[in-house]
């Protein structure tokens, strides 16, 4: 595609491929082998033609000479038939190889970039990667590399054997087939942009449908049944359009090489009529120049065609090499300390974290101690920088060395891996698989038992609903399954963290859309469950969080004030405010 999105780093970007040509070598060189087979026998058959009609012009055939010929082009052209079926299987064989290892190349390191990079990438753009350009590389490093080869081989040995016979009359009978190469590319290049414009409002017109019907009751509840209808109506015309005018290019490009390739065939029946007149050649090789000719009109068009295939895969594999070039912004240590025993500490000094990009600082110097076993709350207006600190602990996004400490060694200086292994992370937006209940809640722990996941469960009073499904903890959840209600999901997100059962555990905000009691009984059964456990519970509404041992209060990036329940009411105006603020208007719900 030109003039589209950057080529990333073009020509560089074949060190993507390199390993593996040499890879799958001895099927490449086979394949090349079988092509340029197919190439020399094809070169055969006019001298053939040649050498049948030049005894027929000098009234010296025999019928057994004849029947040698038609033998010798027979068994010519089983060969082609079998050498043509040997280098498609194995250099279309080649492509998809490389295809597919190119395919799992990319989700392998796609499963090694973190948060940041998904930040910039959408996931339509990263998919548009793994299937359209993937397609546009596997075009070319199949079809684009026979093509080549061909074009080479062929163009170079139809060019000869056409010399051999009449270097003149080569000259004049390639002269309209720059043309033909110019225009194949022009048109080849304008094939494709019109290809991909349908393609695209294809897909404007399935998303509509699919939106349309997935909202089906606002719509009607909306009375806009008429104006869907009228949008639909106006993408499809559009589609029809656009693939009437693809149909166009489609047309011209055969009719007009046909063109081109005639105009060669009218200066040869012309001047080399007049060089068999004169007896400079004979009928045969006026013949064999002819079919000569045939072979050369192919690689003339290859070379426009090639070109194009070329380019778009060069583009494509730049855009993939961009993001097999990116890297993780979080690494390992060098040398990392091995993770300190015993039960976890976290202790956060002079935090400080920005966002890329953001004029304010998401974290300003934040200090605190979050004891081994401890529960601690966190709570804080939106925006005031909770989720931050959730992402932080989780190793989600690089921190500053000195801000944040576990059992005193700097988080900097640990594993990733041993970092992440130790902490249980149920972030603000839930997201579940498409899968049953008990799958669900085991996908960190698929060797727990059904009594452990129904343990976890109950702490997370989701059991008894899970028992009201039609098929209890077998019950699939989305699309084709149960359909669950936000609090409801939150609380299965709960149990799959806790199944973890890991040192560490962070809450995020995920209890928002569980009514207040339940959310307060469930902090309140996770002391027992996990003793010995550090906890973060952060929560937009203070009630449940009395309990916890200490809370803390975020404002602005900026921890204002902790202390227990009791002691932020008498000490932190803000915190009073907060609570009072959300004390009255759950009075209001009650009474309404
Ligand atoms: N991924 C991000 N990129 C840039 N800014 C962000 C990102 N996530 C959050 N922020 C900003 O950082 C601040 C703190 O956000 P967040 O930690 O999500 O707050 P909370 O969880 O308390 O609602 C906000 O100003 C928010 O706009
Ligand atoms: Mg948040």
Known sequence: MRGGASGGRGGASLGLIRPFIRRYS?????????????????LGIPRLV???????????????????????????AIGIAGCRFVWRYLILGFSRLVERDLRDDFFRHLLTLDRPFFQKKPVGAIMALATNDLAAVQLAGGMGLVACADAAIMGTAALACMAYISPRL??????????????????????????????????????????????????????????????FGRLGRQYQQDNIRLARVHGTLFPISGLVGNTSLLLVIFFGGRLVIGNAITVGDFVAFISYLYLLTWPMMA????????????????????????????????????????QTEISLRNLHFQYEGQMQPALADVSCLLRAGEIVGLVGRSGSGKSTLCHLLARQYPVEDGGIFLNGVDINQLSLSSVRERVAYVPQDV?????????????????????????????????????????????????KGVKL???????????????????????????????????????????????????????????????AARIMVLEEGRLLAQGNHEELLATSPFYRTMYQQQQMQSHREEEL
């Open 50 to 76: 040649k050498r049948a009609v030049d005894l027929l012009a000098h009234g010296a055939a025999s019928q057994m000479a004849l029947a040698q010929s038609a033998l010798a082009i027979f068994l010519l």
């Open 431 to 479: 997201l579940l698989f498409s899968d049953t209940v008990a799958a669900n809640i085991g996908f960190g722990n698929p060797e727990a038992s059904q009594e452990q996941i129904e343990a976890a469960a109950k702490i997370c009073r989701i059991h008894e609903e899970i028992l009201g499904f039609s098929e209890g903890y077998q019950t699939r959840i989305g699309e």
């Open 26 to 42: 001895p099927r490449l060189i086979g394949g090349l082998f079988a092509l340029l087979t197919v190439d020399l026998l094809q």
């Open 170 to 231: 080569t000259l004049i009978a390639v002269i309209p087939m720059p043309l033909l190469a110019l225009l194949t590319r022009v048109l080849s290049a304008r094939l494709h942009r019109r290809f991909l414009k349908v393609q695209e409002q294809f897909s404007h017109l399935t998303e509509f449908a699919r939106n349309t019907i997935t909202g089906i009751r606002l719509l009607k509840a909306y009375t806009q049944e008429a104006s869907q209808a009228e949008v």
């Open 485 to 547: 209600s936000g609090g409801q999901r939150q609380r299965i997100a709960l149990a799959r963290a806790l199944l973890l059962d890991r040192p560490l555990l962070i809450i995020d905000d995920s209890l928002s859309a569980v009514d207040l009691e339940t959310e307060q009984e469930i902090i309140a059964g996770l002391a027992a469950y996990l003793p010995g456990r550090t906890c973060l519970i952060v929560s937009h509404r203070i009630a449940p969080l009395r309990g």
């Open 303 to 342: 070379v426009g065609w090639v070109a194009n295939l070329f380019q778009r895969g060069l583009t494509s594999l730049g855009r993939l090499d961009e993001v097999m070039a990116a890297t993780p912004t979080l690494a390992d240590p060098a040398r990392p300390v091995p993770f300190p025993a015993g």
